[in-house]
Nanobody
Framework: QVQLVESGGGMVQAGGSLRLSCAAS????????MAWFRQSPGKEREFVAG????????GYADSVKGRFTISRDNAKNTVPLQMNSLKPEDTAVYYC?????????????????WGQGTQVTVSS
């Protein structure tokens, strides 16, 4: 079992930066693949970035590649998402997710545990 709490959301102008953080608790965090997803009104939840249990294998959606960076600190049980050069189309609720597997993919179905989400709003 893994419990997840996101923080760091807010409102920023286009071109600005935000740093989201996911605080995890539970015995299996260090063996779980982690990811960030986002969802905007009327759209399906979509993969943003993910990382394997050991911090390797970071993957990104094409829409955020080169602008967002995911990492993890297994000593502190955190998964930060650094977001730079933000665009209005990045506006969404951002969710942290944990898989039961050590390596996971980009599908919502691959993640068993979810945080409550944090709102990111980018104004033009």
């Amino acid at each position: 079992q893994v419990q997840l709490v996101e923080s760091g959301g807010g409102m920023v102008q286009a071109g600005g930066s935000l740093r989201l953080s996911c605080a995890a608790s539970g015995r299996t965090f260090s063996t779980s693949a982690m990811a960030w997803f986002r969802q905007s009104p009327g759209k399906e939840r979509e993969f943003v970035a993910g990382v394997n249990y050991n911090g390797g294998g970071a993957g990104y959606a094409d829409s955020v590649k080169g602008r967002f960076t995911i990492s993890r600190d297994n000593a502190k049980n955190t998964v930060p998402l650094q977001m730079n050069s933000l665009k209005p189309e990045d506006t969404a609720v951002y969710y942290c997710a944990a898989s039961r597997a050590s390596f996971s993919g980009r599908s919502v179905a691959g993640y068993a545990y979810w945080g409550q989400g944090t709102q990111v709003t980018v104004s033009s």
